[in-house]
């Protein structure tokens, strides 16, 4: 079963720099994506990155393109996001998800209905 476990949110000032981290276990197969998403309080769920385990593509949202980057360390079955440059609108709870077969996935890797698993999210605060 596949598993997907978020850690390293917390609070930071305006200007800080945060790396999450995604754990992944359970796939069967390496053609798969992860993707980050966050949702604020009162807002839909937003897809702010996405990687494809398999030969590294990215995706970023126009929100946080060139302040935060994803990467994969596929020794470790790990995703992460580093953010840097935070603002107080990156305030959110955090979640990575995984979309089983890359293939396909193209610009629909910003929708929540594209992935198939998800984990239990991490809180980032960032104060003014």
């Known amino acids: 079963e596949v598993q997907l476990v978020e850690s390293g949110g917390g609070l930071v000032q305006a200007g800080g720099s945060l790396r999450l981290s995604c754990t992944a276990s359970?796939?069967?197969?390496?053609?798969?994506?992860i993707g980050w998403f966050r949702q604020a309080p009162g807002k839909e769920r937003e897809g702010i990155s996405c990687?494809?385990?398999?030969?590294?593509?990215?995706y970023y949202s126009e929100s946080v393109k060139g302040r935060f980057t994803i990467s994969r360390d596929n020794t470790k079955n790990m995703v992460y996001l580093q953010m840097n440059s935070l603002k107080p609108d990156d305030t959110a709870v955090y979640y990575c998800?995984?979309?089983?077969?890359?293939?396909?996935?193209?610009?629909?890797?910003?929708?929540?209905?594209?992935?198939?698993?998800w984990g239990q999210g991490t809180q980032v605060t960032v104060s003014s």
């Open positions: 359970g796939f069967t197969s390496d053609d798969y994506a």
């Open positions: 998800a995984a979309r089983l077969m890359y293939y396909g996935l193209g610009l629909l890797w910003k929708y929540p209905r594209s992935y198939d698993y």
């Open positions: 990687i494809s385990r398999r030969d590294g593509s990215t």
